[in-house]
């Protein structure tokens, strides 16, 4: 049940360890255990890109075996801050099937000489050459080991010509359009010369006490086939995918549009959810377990990308379509594929895209700078010679390579003002000017500019849970905390009750704060938003005129900092710690406390 697999590239040592039951129980799987093994398994201060890092693939107690439980959380320390933890999710098929496999999880520590791929067969694992799939992309990638390995059913993770050239924000592939991308997890698997991870199980997945599991299971799932009929989110989840997302978010003026400048677009009906639907789309298809079927599977079917299966949702668009001004959708549909195969974070790659578009309007950078690419508002063409530029660290995309924050900083006469990021990681698809619950979850959150992280304490405690599970935070809207906590234990013989569930969330999420800190993090330094959001109002839309007044943002960032039980430094007090059973990062935390 506990059982971690730990590979050391450097050495070829294999070993297979079971984790202290105390330790799993405080931090379940997933993103909270993954808080804790970075903590105690590294050193402070080290790159984020050295070998001796480690690269963890966890699963939790409820994958591979409740509604939606599809989830792997890949955790690491980020190439795309240099000091955050990072942590990215998948679904699809591949988290079950090391599940199956018998393991809560795989850490890969060291660095090879060689390109490899690591194969997990049941208790049988090795490292195979990869040599012949170093440069490729991960859709070819996943293609020839399944064919190498004779089996159409093996799970592969993989990365694409990006994390073999250390793009900070890489992402890890499966599945052609699955994506575990913020934070750069792609670069550490590169770093590693690491290409794919495959793997399969057959092994059983067991309960505790199969009979009340069996019960919460099915209310579970009903809850989750009947959302497409009972709700609104869920009928547009299934119906259309997550990119229809831009019509609502736009009446709200919460687009990124044109790099943030504006959060309102009078194009929005020309990509997404209606306009796919009707040029591309073909069918909805499901990660393993889930009845939803969010994934809006389809094909181009005419122009020059004739042909071409895609695949794309909110978080793969939003920056891209909009925040560029990308009114083609087919052009819209082939970026987030070509973001998939050169295994790319296609929220980070249009942010970056976004933000040197706005340099060449302001002549900051020219057409010389870009290797002759005409980088207007909009350009299909102009981006995807950018994006290879970029992936191949040629020319300006070396420096684009590096994330928005290096690359304002290099190029300097005032390119900061419209980089858009938190503690170095890209703002994801959502502008915030007219909405500070937004633009505080940016500021705040562990990794920098995510708006995963939870736009109240209350959802912020309730995706830490979903990727401790591990399972689709998405399904929040439809089950409970008491109904995950049936199942939780049920399937282990816990006896967590409902107050455990703020604690424990809060005790994952603390810790991620301390190791930030540790890592040279300080709050009232670093969790701070760009200066457009305080100093750029919005132009149009229902919201016009709209900023976030920067006494208003310290006002709201203080009352978070109360509302967690931190200080007003943003510091964990040494009761909260001591109440979350995290007295062992007290010494790190007074020091710092000290010092500032």
Known sequence: MNALLTVDLGSGHIRNEQLPA??????????????????????????????????????????????GGAQVCLVY??????????????????????????????????????????????????????SHLWGKGTFETEALIKSELRDPTVRVLSIGPAGEKLVKFASVQQECFRSAARGGPGAVMGSKMLK???????????????????GAFAVALEKLANSGKSTRRGYSLVRWGSTISTVPHSDISELDVKNYREGW???????????????CRVKARSCFSCPISCMQLGVIRDGRFAGMTVNPDFDSTGTIGPGCLVTDMKGLAYLSRL???????????????????????????????????????????????????????????????????????????????????????????YA???????????????????????????????????????????????IDPPLYLNLLNAATGSCLQL???????????????????????????????????????????????????????????????????????????PELLQRLGLGFVAEVVEGIRAET
């Not at 092994?203 to 599991?213: A, K, Q």
């Not at 007219?434 to 304490?457: K, M």
Request: a negative charge.
């Open 22 to 67: 105390d330790i799993v129980e405080s931090y379940i799987g997933g993103r909270g255990l993954g808080a804790y093994l970075l903590w105690s398994r590294t050193a402070p201060g080290m790159p984020p890109l050295d070998g001796q890092n480690p690269l963890m693939f966890l699963v939790g107690p409820l994958s591979g075996i409740a509604p």
């Open 196 to 214: 794919a991870v495959a793997v399969r199980g057959s092994g059983d997945l067991s309960v505790s006490d199969p009979g009340p599991y069996a």
């Open 432 to 478: 915030a000017q007219a909405h500070p619950d937004r633009a505080l979850q940016y500021a705040v959150g562990d990794r920098g500019g995510c708006h995963h992280y939870g736009l109240t304490i209350k959802e912020q405690d309730d995706r830490a849970w979903a990727d401790a599970l591990v399972v689709c935070s998405w399904h929040a809207a439809f």
């Open 499 to 573: 107050p455990d569930w703020g604690l424990t969330a809060n005790r994952m999420l603390t810790l991620s704060r301390c190791y930030n800190l540790r890592e040279g993090m300080r709050p009232l330094s670093d969790d701070v938003l760009p200066d457009r959001l305080h100093d750029d109002a919005l132009t149009k839309g229902p919201k016009a005129g709209a900023v976030y007044d920067r006494e208003r943002f310290r006002v709201d960032r203080a009352a978070w900092y109360r509302e967690r039980g931190y200080d007003e430094k943003g510091l964990p007090t």
């Open 339 to 429: 973001g998939d195969d050169l295994g790319v974070d296609d929220a980070s790659m249009g942010n970056v895209t976004g933000f040197a578009m706005e340099c060449y309007e302001k002549g900051l950078l020219t057409r010389a700078d870009l290797g002759g690419i005409d980088l207007r508002w909009g350009n299909v063409d102009g981006m995807i010679e950018l994006w290879h530029m970029v992936v191949s660290r040629t020319g300006i995309g070396n420096l684009l390579a590096e994330g928005v924050k290096v690359a304002a900083q290099e190029i300097g006469q005032g390119a900061e003002k419209f980089a858009m990021h938190v503690k170095g990681l890209e703002m994801a698809g």
């Open 77 to 130: 320390k980020s190439p795309a801050t240099g000091v955050t933890l990072g942590h990215s999710l998948t679904g699809g098929n591949w988290g079950p099937e090391l599940r199956a496999a018998g393991y809560l999880g795989l850490l890969i520590a060291g660095k090879s000489e060689q390109p490899k791929y690591l194969f997990i067969d049941n208790d049988k694992v090795e490292l195979r050459d990869a």
């Open 265 to 279: 677009w009078e194009d929005v009906d020309k990509t997404g959810g209606l306009e796919y639907e009707r040029q």
